[in-house]
């Protein structure tokens, strides 16, 4: 057998399964795994200006291809502590990525050494193994084991621990006959699936709900094929928007408190049945309320973790398995009873819920100067194709963008759901870009997050990862100046200040342009609704020129309420006037106002 370093040896596991690209940073600890990279190569590392930015890159990366593994790299003190917040973002959503943290030697690990800290500890309640590795021969194992944990059951972050010293003993190690071990997903029976779809057959306006789980399994194909053989309409989750395109006569719009459609959730209010795939009913869909999302339905849940099922609310009846298991079943017996003429015609309820999303529209065309968030979003569905890849996390833009956007394929929308990281958005939009290097990457990201890790930007410059990134900017951490609606204040959220580099701002504070611009990008600001238009073709034609992020700032009006509500999904606030006309929303998809 081969001898090498056990550093060496996970390199190798890395490249046979399947890792190509890496974000991270050195450090001493962490040389010796870095040494090998360099040694034994196959790897593109990618050097994050902060590790907390190099764990969001691997999820972008992740989040971007079927199959993706993101792998994140630094040192166990500080840096590992950094990536935390990547490994809950992860976890909540159900993204494997990989966390790679060199440690002090074994023999000092309970001697306070220098940045010798007990990351497995720290991380083990967010990923589904934390290990610090304390024999050299158990490396390939670990590394083995961990991507057998992060692609079976429910997905998720693994983090291994290297002490300096394991990562430079020699092992014995033959690569050439390693194999990954089997993944294990839970699979439905035909039985269950038989039993849903006689309750689904009970009903009269049933809806399909396809979570995050449809786009994980890289089943949407089959539940755009499941929802027209029985004709039953789709509500996608957040983190399942692009399950079904938008476009699409079974597409019913997205329901919840905050990033939903006033006809999705006219239209989950009308319905009888519920199945949901892959979702995990949280608590921005279904709202605090649950007696308004649940009462009058019979539900069905299906999802990949235990667990979940009964975990916000019971439902009739639960099935434990991956959506795409799953839905080979549903699309199987549902041709079946179609075949044999079983399947009740649903077409005067889903054309009950294309009636509502044709009408129930919000109203997007504004000329106001300074800009109203609402026309940035039509601006951007008439500039960007079907294929485009949108990146964001958290605020007003986040929600609004959800409520005004087109999403036409799985991946399109790529979104820290449950967590919801400020800062995420930027690093995040590098490692999908990564993962895509020809597609159309665009960002989205309200001032604050965009500052919040601003610096990544050089990551893009310096290892030419084109994208287009829209800061939409109102000086103001908008979605808490909303929230503190309740409290009557608007206290320690402002972001304005008379900056003195830059007056034509007239008080918007940080100067973007100029921040991204040393930072190696280029950048454009708009003023007027009627230039954004011309702004975001330029802005794609410099992505495409000189190969780096482009920014795109547009200045909005300082404080706009967005439609949202405290409590059920009967309840949202619609604080800016409704569509009237079809020209106050000329970029919706099905528009039959007068």
Same mark, same amino acid.
Request: aromatic share 8%; proline share 5%; charged share 20%.
């Given at each position: 057998m081969a001898r090498m370093t056990a550093a060496q040896a996970a390199v190798e596991i890395l490249k046979a399964e399947g890792v190509t690209h890496l974000f991270g940073l050195p450090g001493a600890a962490i040389n010796p795994f870095y040494s090998a990279m360099r040694t034994n190569g196959g790897l593109t590392h990618i050097l994050a200006r902060h590790v907390e930015g190099a764990s969001h890159m691997a999820e972008g990366y992740t989040r971007a291809k079927a199959g993706n593994i993101g792998v994140c790299i630094g040192t166990s003190g500080p840096a590992g502590t950094d990536m935390i917040t990547g490994l809950y973002s992860a976890s909540a959503d159900s993204i494997p990525i990989l966390c790679i943290t060199g440690q002090a030697p074994v023999a000092k690990l309970h001697k306070e050494d220098f940045q010798a800290v007990d990351?497995?500890?720290? +991380?083990?309640?967010?990923?589904?193994?934390?290990?610090?590795?304390?024999?050299? %021969?158990?490396?390939?194992?670990?590394?083995?084991?961990?991507? /057998?944990?992060?692609?079976?059951?429910?997905?998720?972050?693994?983090?291994?621990?290297?002490?300096?010293?394991?990562?430079?003993?020699?092992?014995?190690?033959?690569?050439?006959?390693?194999?990954?071990?089997?993944?294990?997903?839970?699979?439905?029976?035909? +039985?269950?699936?038989?039993?849903?779809?006689?309750?689904? *057959?009970?009903?009269?306006?049933?809806?399909?709900? %396809? $979570? $995050? #789980?449809?786009?994980?399994?890289?089943?949407?194909?089959?539940?755009?094929?499941?929802?027209?053989?029985?004709?039953?309409?789709?509500?996608?989750?957040?983190?399942?928007?692009?399950?079904?395109?938008?476009? /699409? =006569?079974? @597409?019913?719009?997205?329901?919840?408190?905050?990033?939903?459609?006033?006809? #999705?959730?006219?239209?989950?209010?009308?319905?009888?049945?519920?199945?949901?795939?892959?979702?995990?009913?949280?608590?921005? /869909?279904?709202?605090?309320?649950?007696?308004?999302?649940?009462?009058?339905?019979?539900?069905?849940?299906?999802?990949?973790?235990?667990?979940?099922?009964?975990?916000?609310?019971?439902?009739?009846?639960?099935?434990?398995?991956?959506?795409?298991? +799953?839905? =080979?079943?549903?699309?199987?017996?549902?041709?079946?009873?179609?075949?044999?003429?079983?399947?009740?015609?649903?077409?005067?309820? @889903? *054309?009950?819920?294309?009636?509502?999303?044709?009408?129930?529209?919000?109203?997007?065309?504004?000329?106001?100067?300074?800009?109203?968030?609402?026309?940035?979003?039509? =601006?951007?569905?008439?500039?960007?194709?079907?294929?485009?890849?949108?990146?964001?996390?958290? #605020?007003?833009?986040?929600?609004? @963008? @959800?409520?005004?956007? /087109?999403?036409?394929?799985?991946?399109?929308?790529?979104?820290?759901?449950?967590?919801?990281?400020?800062?995420?958005?930027?690093?995040?939009?590098? $490692?999908?870009?990564?993962?895509?290097?020809? $597609?159309?990457?665009? +960002?989205?990201s309200g001032d604050y997050d965009f500052q919040f890790m601003i610096e990544e930007l050089a990551v893009g410059a310096q290892f030419n990862i084109p994208y287009v990134h829209v800061v939409v900017n109102n000086a103001y951490l908008g979605l808490i100046r909303q929230a503190q609606r309740a409290f009557d204040m608007d206290y320690h959220v402002q972001l304005s200040f008379e900056n003195v580099n830059a007056p034509e701002l007239n008080g918007y504070g940080v100067d973007h342009v100029k921040v991204a611009e040393g930072l190696g990008c280029k950048a454009i600001r708009v003023f007027d609704p009627n230039e954004l238009g011309a702004a975001f073709e330029q802005a794609k034609k410099l992505a495409a020129e000189f190969r780096v992020p482009v920014i795109v700032e547009v200045i909005l009006e300082r404080v706009t309420n967005v439609s949202m509500s405290g409590a059920g999904i009967d309840a949202v606030n619609e604080w800016e006037p409704v569509a009237a006309q079809a020209s106050d929303a000329p970029s919706a998809l099905l528009n039959t106002l007068a």
């Amino acid at each position: 057998m081969a001898r090498m370093t056990a550093a060496q040896a996970a390199v190798e596991i890395l490249k046979a399964e399947g890792v190509t690209h890496l974000f991270g940073l050195p450090g001493a600890a962490i040389n010796p795994f870095y040494s090998a990279m360099r040694t034994n190569g196959g790897l593109t590392h990618i050097l994050a200006r902060h590790v907390e930015g190099a764990s969001h890159m691997a999820e972008g990366y992740t989040r971007a291809k079927a199959g993706n593994i993101g792998v994140c790299i630094g040192t166990s003190g500080p840096a590992g502590t950094d990536m935390i917040t990547g490994l809950y973002s992860a976890s909540a959503d159900s993204i494997p990525i990989l966390c790679i943290t060199g440690q002090a030697p074994v023999a000092k690990l309970h001697k306070e050494d220098f940045q010798a800290v007990d990351i497995t500890s720290i +991380a083990k309640p967010l990923t589904k193994m934390a290990m610090t590795v304390l024999e050299p %021969a158990q490396v390939p194992g670990a590394f083995q084991q961990a991507f /057998h944990l992060m692609r079976s059951g429910r997905p998720g972050p693994v983090l291994i621990d290297l002490p300096i010293d394991v990562q430079m003993a020699e092992i014995e190690f033959d690569i050439e006959t390693y194999q990954p071990l089997p993944v294990y997903k839970p699979s439905a029976s035909r +039985a269950q699936i038989e039993k849903a779809l006689d309750l689904l *057959a009970a009903s009269e306006k049933p809806l399909i709900i %396809a $979570g $995050g #789980g449809v786009i994980n399994a890289d089943a949407a194909d089959l539940l755009v094929e499941f929802a027209e053989l029985t004709g039953v309409p789709v509500v996608p989750t957040l983190m399942g928007w692009g399950s079904i395109p938008d476009d /699409h =006569e079974l @597409a019913a719009g997205m329901v919840g408190l905050q990033t939903s459609h006033r006809y #999705g959730n006219a239209t989950m209010l009308e319905s009888d049945f519920v199945l949901g795939i892959g979702n995990r009913w949280a608590n921005r /869909h279904t709202g605090n309320t649950l007696d308004a999302y649940t009462a009058g339905r019979t539900f069905v849940h299906v999802d990949i973790e235990p667990t979940q099922i009964g975990r916000v609310f019971a439902p009739d009846y639960g099935i434990v398995s991956d959506a795409r298991a +799953a839905l =080979e079943l549903f699309v199987e017996v549902a041709r079946e009873r179609k075949a044999a003429g079983l399947l009740a015609d649903r077409g005067a309820w @889903a *054309a009950s819920c294309q009636e509502r999303k044709g009408r129930l529209l919000r109203k997007t065309d504004f000329d106001n100067v300074p800009i109203k968030p609402q026309r940035v979003y039509q =601006e951007m569905n008439q500039a960007f194709g079907r294929d485009t890849r949108y990146v964001t996390t958290i #605020g007003l833009s986040q929600i609004q @963008a @959800a409520q005004m956007l /087109h999403v036409y394929g799985p991946r399109n929308w790529i979104n820290a759901g449950q967590a919801g990281p400020l800062g995420w958005t930027l690093p995040a939009a590098l $490692g999908v870009a990564t993962a895509d290097p020809d $597609g159309t990457v665009v +960002a989205l990201s309200g001032d604050y997050d965009f500052q919040f890790m601003i610096e990544e930007l050089a990551v893009g410059a310096q290892f030419n990862i084109p994208y287009v990134h829209v800061v939409v900017n109102n000086a103001y951490l908008g979605l808490i100046r909303q929230a503190q609606r309740a409290f009557d204040m608007d206290y320690h959220v402002q972001l304005s200040f008379e900056n003195v580099n830059a007056p034509e701002l007239n008080g918007y504070g940080v100067d973007h342009v100029k921040v991204a611009e040393g930072l190696g990008c280029k950048a454009i600001r708009v003023f007027d609704p009627n230039e954004l238009g011309a702004a975001f073709e330029q802005a794609k034609k410099l992505a495409a020129e000189f190969r780096v992020p482009v920014i795109v700032e547009v200045i909005l009006e300082r404080v706009t309420n967005v439609s949202m509500s405290g409590a059920g999904i009967d309840a949202v606030n619609e604080w800016e006037p409704v569509a009237a006309q079809a020209s106050d929303a000329p970029s919706a998809l099905l528009n039959t106002l007068a």
